[in-house]
């Protein structure tokens, strides 16, 4: 996954260089196979072939692309598609082990209740929806309270663009995976719902996992918060990504 999102990222950023600009062209694109490419590691054997035969065929048109503008960078971005397109080809379903707990409780046939799991002896809950993304939205005013009045303080001051991007550009890049990784931003902290590692709930994702995780978030949006049914770990596409869970403390 991470994989292919460098590549979206290269594809990205040529087209904006010597391609028409279509911005909105490239991101359906993005979101399109990075939401198959998930779908398809979820199990479902014919959206993986789609993504094989997808991957293949913008491997080979950024390869002729490449020779027909003399830009060998174009070489970069083919060598990253065939790499996830010999990734989908070997790819097998994930599968979720049960801990000695659940073991237990399966031979006793005593399910765990909706929502909970138990990892390395301590019993844990998923957030609802609804409160990921109240999570979400509060972070999302704050930024936008922090701007405005910015923007107020500032008034006609010369450099007022100036700090209002650098302001923006921080809060985008910095805000979000920093209190992730070390703390909990204030929307998690208000509705009480923290991210975690994976296979190791009571530790925290490493930095490069959350920013891997806030750039697939800003690419899919709502469309990633709703595949969190899709699988019973409440994980959505960018919590794949980032190789996270989303726990109620």
Avoid at 191 to 196: A, D, G, N, P, Y
Wanted: one cysteine or more.
């Amino acid at each position: 996954m991470s994989l292919l999102l460098l590549a979206e990222m290269f594809f990205f950023f040529k087209v904006m260089q010597v391609g028409n600009g279509d911005v909105s062209g490239v991101i359906f694109k993005s979101v399109l196979i990075v939401a198959l490419f998930f779908f398809a590691y979820r199990g479902m054997n014919w959206i993986r072939w789609i993504v094989i035969v997808l991957l293949s065929l913008l491997a080979l048109a950024c390869l002729l692309a490449g020779y027909a503008n003399s830009d060998w960078s174009f070489v970069i971005i083919t060598i990253c598609y065939g790499i996830c397109a010999a990734q989908a080809y070997r790819m097998k379903p994930a599968v979720t082990s049960l801990t000695s707990e659940e073991a237990v409780a399966a031979e006793k046939n005593e399910p765990l209740p909706p929502g909970t799991f138990i990892a390395q002896g301590i019993e844990y809950t998923y957030p609802t929806l609804l409160r990921r993304f109240a999570a979400v939205a509060l972070d999302a005013w704050l930024g936008w309270f922090l701007m405005i009045i910015t923007m107020v303080i500032l008034d006609d001051h010369e450099s007022r663009s100036t700090i209002m991007i650098t302001l923006a550009a921080t809060l985008l890049l910095g805000y979000d995976p920093l209190l992730t990784t070390y703390s909990a931003t204030l929307g998690q902290r208000l509705m009480k719902i923290r991210v975690r590692a994976y296979h190791d709930p009571s530790q925290r994702i490493p930095l490069w996992r959350a920013y891997a995780r806030i750039v697939v978030k800003f690419f899919l949006g709502t469309i990633s918060f709703f595949t969190i049914h899709s699988n019973v770990e409440h994980r959505a596409i960018h919590d794949f990504a980032g190789e996270s869970v989303v726990i109620n403390v």
